[in-house]
């Protein structure tokens, strides 16, 4: 028997890092709702204009997306839980630039991906981000023969729907 | 060290059935790159325009998001191996309707969203889909107080990167 809710039951998503440097110093906030499109040459993800990370993004129409793992918890939540106007996240993590020089990466994330800003899609407080992935990084140990093992990564899913847990990734699940 | 690669190693991502009505019956194409947005009240997607069910989609304006679990992996590989032209994939899953007489939803699935067709964004061969979300579903079994636990739910993260894995979800996290 199914109950109709209004709650957001898309779910559960990956835990990313969205940098941008803002006012000269590179920022980084939790976001858990990104997606990849067109063969994985662009990007979309929302946020809050009030947002810091909305301004920077703006003034330099770059951004990247990290993927942290559950050893850097304590610093996704000092991101998840504090603005870039009152805390200076720059120090949080080591940053490292690729060839855009505004897209600040994490070399504590296992993936890092630098994107320019494409296209914005208005909704009112929220706004649409498309970015167009211009490279992609991946620590050199996770690689084997080209290719990764998530589990290795160790990312971060987040659930809600009232449940608004992090998990860790489970077993594989045979393909038939 | 990082090295840079031209793979889309956004990852890992939730599994789900896209449900549209095509030439008049029920269709369910897998998609394992889906993001709310807009507090929940906005889906996005992307397509090939070739696939079937973009015909739908464009025909009817609506469309549906199922969250499948473990228990459904046959018939998700029916649905990702074989195009609605050849198949009738209508048989494979109780449908259901809520409010939206096209945006057929699967009774097996724990969560079902109906949405309506709100915006397209034309990149090429592919198009982005923004859906509005008319209204979700879930099984009244994984309800408790109104909230959901997703490990009950079992749904299947996917793994691009090479690893082209499915995972189930993972033991919980602590958020310090």
Same mark, same amino acid.
């Given at each position: 028997?199914?109950?109709?809710?209004?709650?957001?039951?898309?779910?559960?998503?990956?835990?990313?890092?969205?940098?941008?440097?803002?006012? *000269?110093?590179?920022?980084?906030?939790?976001?858990?709702?990104?997606?990849?499109?067109?063969?994985?040459?662009?990007?979309?993800?929302?946020?809050?204009?009030?947002?810091?990370?909305?301004? *920077?993004?703006?003034?330099?129409?770059?951004?990247?997306?990290?993927?942290? /793992?559950?050893?850097?918890?304590?610093?996704?939540?000092?991101?998840?839980?504090?603005?870039? %106007?009152?805390?200076?996240?720059?120090?949080?993590?080591?940053?490292?630039?690729? *060839?855009?020089?505004?897209?600040?990466?994490? %070399?504590?994330?296992?993936?890092?991906?630098?994107?320019?800003?494409?296209?914005?899609?208005?909704?009112?407080?929220?706004?649409?981000?498309?970015?167009?992935?211009?490279?992609?990084?991946?620590?050199?140990?996770?690689?084997?023969?080209? /290719?990764?093992?998530?589990?290795?990564? %160790?990312?971060?899913?987040?659930?809600?729907?009232?449940?608004?847990?992090?998990?860790?990734?489970? /077993? %594989?699940?045979?393909?038939?």
């Amino acid at each position: 028997m199914k109950q109709p809710l209004n709650a957001n039951l898309l779910s559960p998503l990956l835990v990313v890092l969205i940098g941008a440097v803002v006012d *000269g110093r590179p920022n980084y906030m939790v976001v858990g709702y990104v997606a990849p499109f067109d063969f994985g040459k662009h990007i979309f993800f929302s946020l809050y204009k009030k947002r810091y990370t909305h301004q *920077g993004i703006m003034e330099n129409k770059t951004f990247s997306v990290n993927i942290p /793992n559950e050893l850097l918890l304590a610093e996704i939540n000092i991101c998840g839980s504090t603005s870039g %106007r009152d805390v200076d996240k720059s120090t949080l993590f080591d940053t490292f630039y690729g *060839g855009l020089k505004t897209a600040p990466m994490i %070399r504590q994330c296992p993936i890092a991906i630098g994107c320019e800003l494409h296209d914005t899609l208005d909704y009112g407080e929220n706004v649409g981000i498309i970015g167009r992935v211009v490279k992609s990084y991946v620590d050199q140990k996770y690689l084997h023969d080209g /290719n990764l093992d998530f589990r290795e990564i %160790r990312p971060i899913i987040w659930a809600t729907g009232g449940d608004f847990n992090y998990y860790g990734l489970g /077993n %594989r699940v045979v393909r038939r």
